[in-house]
T-cell receptor, first 113, second 111 residues
Framework: DGGITQSPKYLFRKEGQNVTLSCEQN?????MYWYRQDPGQGLRLIYY???????QKGDIAEGYSVSREKKESFPLTVTSAQKNPTAFYLC????????????FGPGTRLLVL | DQQVKQNSPSLSVQEGRISILNCDYT??????FLWYKKYPAEGPTFLIS?????DKNEDGRFTVFLNKSAKHLSLHIVPSQPGDSAVYFC??????????FGTGTRLKVLA
């Protein structure tokens, strides 16, 4: 069964702490994305990656970092520099060519203690 | 600057009637549009898409209409069912890999 998995479902961060959100896909998609959703707002792009070992900043990259060492994995680190990290984080993937519909994982809710 | 706008934050419709969700965009270079459905605490699910070379695409109860001159697209759901109650996002392709999402419309289908 192909799909995108995100873990954990809920994550708590203490002040000054870095936390990493996991995203894995077995759809053989080249492109992967991280979005942030806040109440009453649309999805805002944090980072995206077109191929392994390459990634670009989205609209709200400050305070976040990513890596793309494997095609299947695109972890997102929320650093202590992100002053307002409480949000719902969504990972997505798409094929590199053709109709590039993005498919989403179930999301991770990050809360600050 | 919101390039993709969904001006109605919520919509209530009776079961069996038509639901019409609207989306406006500002950039005439957008060439592909999608609608997603999202339940609380879940990721969005792809619903239907339309290329800018078409003005209509249909899939079962869901039809998307595109009016390029007005920079407007709409999603019609006929007939509406209680299970359709969710938040609906429209998205426009703003680059090879980049989609820009609207703020969403919460649809409530009343039994």
């Amino acid at each position: 069964d192909g799909g995108i998995t995100q873990s954990p479902k809920y994550l708590f961060r203490k002040e000054g702490q870095n936390v990493t959100l996991s995203c894995e896909q077995n759809l053989n998609h080249d492109a992967m994305y991280w979005y942030r959703q806040d109440p009453g707002q649309g999805l805002r792009l944090i980072y995206y990656s077109q191929i392994v070992n390459d990634f670009q900043k989205g609209d709200i990259a400050e305070g976040y970092s990513v890596s793309r060492e494997k095609k299947e994995s695109f972890p997102l680190t929320v650093t202590s520099a992100q002053k307002n990290p409480t949000a719902f984080y969504l990972c997505a993937s798409s094929r590199r060519t053709g109709v590039e519909t993005q498919y989403f994982g179930p999301g991770t809710r990050l809360l600050v203690l | 600057d919101q390039q993709v706008k969904q001006n109605s934050p919520s919509l209530s419709v009776q079961e069996g009637r038509i639901s019409i969700l609207n989306c406006d965009y500002t950039n005439s270079m957008f060439d592909y549009f999608l609608w997603y459905k999202k339940y609380p605490a879940e990721g969005p699910t792809f619903l239907i898409s339309i290329s800018s070379i078409k003005d209509k695409n249909e899939d079962g109860r869901f039809t998307v209409f595109l009016n390029k001159s007005a920079k407007h697209l709409s999603l019609h759901i006929v007939p509406s069912q209680p299970g359709d109650s969710a938040v609906y996002f429209c998205a426009a392709r703003g680059g090879t890999y980049k989609y820009i999402f609207g703020t969403g419309t919460r649809l409530k289908v009343l039994a």
